[in-house]
């Protein structure tokens, strides 16, 4: 089911900022990306077989600006990388947990994407990940 933490996602509020000084702490950023269906602008940092995700809001109504004003700029959520999601978001809706997310979305470097709500993992935001097989 689970294969590895795929990232941890960092809420920033000025991803300029932020790349600095994860940049002077001695990371090295790997790239940047605009993901419009999340309203986010993401900086990754690779660490091991992981990353950094830091997650800037680019629309006042993104669930990052809201996170922000409600909790300020820190840990948003942890996300594992999965083999068959759609298989997963149906076992977990079965067992009861209740999820953001009952489908797959794009996501950050072509990723498909779901969230389970964080009422049922004791307050964490869990982002489920697969890679996107394109055929290459």
Do not use: W, Y
């Not at 900086?43 to 600006?65: Q, W």
């Not at 948003?76 to 083999?83: C, K, N, S, T």
């Amino acid at each position: 089911m689970f294969k590895k933490i795929d990232h941890i996602g960092i809420a920033v509020s000025n991803l300029e900022q932020a790349v600095k000084t994860f940049e002077l702490l001695g990371f090295q950023i790997a790239g940047t990306e605009e993901v419009p269906e999340q309203k986010v602008k993401v900086a990754f940092f690779p660490v091991g077989e992981s990353n950094l995700e830091l997650l800037m809001p680019t629309d006042e109504k993104s669930a990052v600006t809201r996170f922000l004003m409600n909790h300020g700029e820190g840990i948003h959520h942890i996300a594992f990388l999965v083999e068959n999601l759609e298989g997963m978001l149906a076992a977990l809706k079965e067992k009861g947990f209740n999820l953001i997310d009952e489908k797959p979305r794009p996501g950050a470097h072509g990723k498909k994407i779901a969230f389970i709500h964080p009422k049922s993992t004791n307050s964490v935001l869990i982002e489920l990940c697969e890679v996107v097989d394109d055929g290459e």
